[in-house]
């Protein structure tokens, strides 16, 4: 396969950041429950009893890379937050209130590297809540300002749509990335509200976590270590440098018949799989997610596939 060498597979494939991984989990758990601690004082819907930190992503799976981003769920055990969420409020009141919000913060961005160790962080300190109108958007932002008083000044916090990304050279390394997902939890569902309309999607990663463990017991760790080389070769083609959807790869080796993964040679192995994907209609396979559905059904999946096509076609222009 032009392109593609045996040096840059092998090299994928036995790259191990394993430890920096762990590292990073640590950190992520510790600052987690910190943040979490301090809410629980002033929030009675929050508590470390209450709440789980579920690796989403490569962390999921531990196919991870230097370049892999560390993507998690925070799920809520709390009806109350849940009630408020599919209530009407006030969508014109909440945007002023966001606007003037991220306006105040946008003028002082230096204050948080000159702030003093014991400097009194007030502001950060105090969680304010209305029991009929504490929703997932204000558990967000009183999980910010957690996180804020629990890192060092040099990292940031930035509030998204729907995510919280903490950035920090010093504390977790000049190119990790973290995003942290609030949601609910009820029982092993992770459920983010979409609208009053529609309601909350529900995500579960019962059977996903089952089927990636039956494929390694068949074939062993080189189902892990084929998802690796596939995002890194993904990224590499990948206009915007971004990792492909990870449910939607574990689907796609997942399906990979298991005799394609026999033998020694990780190198020949990944190029009898490339073949199979290109002469097969993987809109097909099954998703790792749900195996009742199809990828191109699962809504974790389904958008996926055109993006697919065109990295495998695009593997004969990777430099080596």
């Not at 040096?7 to 920096?20: G, H, K, P, R, T």
């Not at 002033?42 to 991870?64: D, H, K, M």
């Not at 998802?227 to 689907?251: A, C, D, G, H, W």
């Amino acid at each position: 396969m032009r392109g593609i060498s045996r040096q840059l597979i092998e090299s994928i494939a036995v790259a191990d950041n394993s430890e920096f991984a762990q590292e990073i989990e640590q950190k992520v758990n510790t600052l987690v429950s910190l943040a979490v601690e301090d809410m629980s004082h002033s929030i009675p819907f929050v508590s470390v009893e209450n709440c789980i930190l579920q690796p989403v992503t490569e962390n999921f799976s531990g196919a991870l890379t230097p370049e892999s981003e560390y993507v998690y769920f925070l799920g809520f055990m709390s009806p109350q937050i849940e009630l408020n969420c599919t209530q009407y409020n006030d969508s014109w009141k909440k945007f002023k209130e966001r606007l003037a919000f991220a306006w105040n913060n946008s003028k002082k961005p230096k204050k948080r590297k000159k702030r003093k160790k014991n400097e009194d962080v007030s502001s950060v300190k105090e969680y304010e809540y209305e029991t009929e109108k504490y929703n997932l958007d204000s558990l967000k932002d009183d999980l910010q300002k957690a996180f804020v008083k629990n890192l060092i000044t040099t990292s940031i916090v930035y509030n998204n749509e729907n995510n919280l990304r903490i950035i920090g050279r010093d504390e977790f390394g000049p190119k990790t990335q973290i995003y942290i997902y609030p949601c609910l939890l009820e029982g092993d569902d992770y459920k983010f509200f979409i609208s009053r309309k529609k309601g909350f999607f529900k995500v579960n990663f019962l059977k996903r976590a089952e089927l990636i463990n039956e494929k390694i017991e068949r074939v062993g760790y080189d189902y892990i270590t084929m998802i690796k080389i596939f995002n890194s070769l993904f990224r590499s083609t990948s206009k915007y440098s971004v990792m492909p959807n990870q449910i939607f790869i574990e689907s796609l080796l997942y399906n990979v018949p298991d005799e394609l993964f026999e033998g020694n040679d990780i190198y020949d192995n990944f190029i009898k799989i490339v073949n199979y994907l290109n002469l097969t209609d993987v809109s097909e396979f099954k998703s790792i997610a749900n195996p009742e559905l199809k990828i191109n059904e699962d809504k974790l999946t389904k958008s996926n596939q055109v993006a697919f096509l065109k990295f495998i076609n695009s593997l004969d222009t990777i430099n080596s």
